[in-house]
């Protein structure tokens, strides 16, 4: 990939200044008319047969460089991690998948990468046509409902993105979008460990009692309780997130209940439907519990 | 092969680039398949590039000899361009002339759709 930046920006730089010469040189003096033999064959070598061998080593080039920057020829991707992200309106589920390409985790609106490692991602949408990008790591990729699109990217500097949607998907569309941490490598792993092992049961509490209660788990999965609800993002650790509701609210106390109260207010055409009905202690209490889930 | 100089037609003319398009369409389409129905077929990768290069051989030479015909109808350059006179000589000699054009323009065009053949080694998985 490196490469063919190189190599394209130092063509492109030696055949503009070529024509850049030539019309300075066509500019300047004053030529001498050309018999109808020189000038056919200048048009014959500088107009047709220059061009066409340039195209055509450009051409090989970069078909031959083809399976190292496309991820999706086999081989090219072995060794790297994969995630599977999907799109939904308005939110982002993410699926990190083992060595084997089996299932290892989920998790919602914030991916945690390793720094200096390339990771294979492949896109899905659940319902309209998506968008992901992480304009700090690389280009957009669509994500099509009933297709899989793979992109690869590789983050070299630890630090917190974000990503937004980039293609209109709704009345919320300008509010998905999701964090990206990347972290050193050994932080990484331990973070993954953390995420593979045994589900450690959240600590009992009114609120998880409450968050059962009012049927919050019909939607929502949390690992270690029996919430395994699918239709909204999985809150596993979801108090350690960076953002809430794919990136529209910072995550605290305030704007959990907020949310939980009137999610339609904060985003219009939301799928989560309001709890405004609740008394405000029990909201407190389940937001209280879901922020502590580190 | 003087009827073949009294015939009056253009298809001389579209020869050289219908060969072209024909040679896109079989090496796009045979991939195509070759890659959606991989269990199916009893051909490995190689075969259908080889194949394909065997078809990419027999464009290229349709496309030369249409070349050849051409330039003899251009009456091998003894006259040069424009050929606009009013003139069934000078009709023939256009015809000549655009058609060894084309035909290069198309000699090109199979040697580029060619390239994947050389550089591509399997299907997209
Ligand atoms: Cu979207």
Known sequence: ??????????????????????????????????????????????????????????????????????PWLPGAMDGTAEIEVTGEQFWWRILYLDQAGKPAFETANELHLPVGRRTTFRLKAADVIHSFWIPALGGKMDMIPGRDNTLSLEPTKAGIYRGPCAEFCGTSHALMAFSVVVMEEADYLAWRAARTQAPVAPQKTSGQELFFRHGCAACHAIAGTPAIGRIGPDLTAVGERQTLAAGTLSNTPDSMIRFIRDPASIKPGVKMPAFGMLPDGDIEAISAWLGGLK | MKWLREIETFWTLFTAPTVWALHFLICYVAFAVFCAKQGALALSFDTVRLALGGVTVVALGVIVLSAWLAWRQWGFGTDDPPHDAPTDEDRRKFQGFATLLLAGLSFVAVLYVSVPLLFIGACQS
Not at chain 1, 32 to 59: E, Q, Y
């Open chain 1, 1 to 70: 990939m490196h490469h063919l930046f190189i190599v394209m920006v130092i063509g492109g730089a030696i055949i503009w200044a070529l024509t850049i010469g030539v019309l300075a040189y066509a500019g300047r003096t004053r030529p001498k008319p050309m018999s109808v033999r020189g000038a056919s064959r200048l048009i014959v070598w500088g107009g047709v047969a220059f061009p066409v061998i340039v195209l055509f080593l450009l051409l090989s080039y970069a078909v031959w460089l083809m399976p190292q920057v496309r």
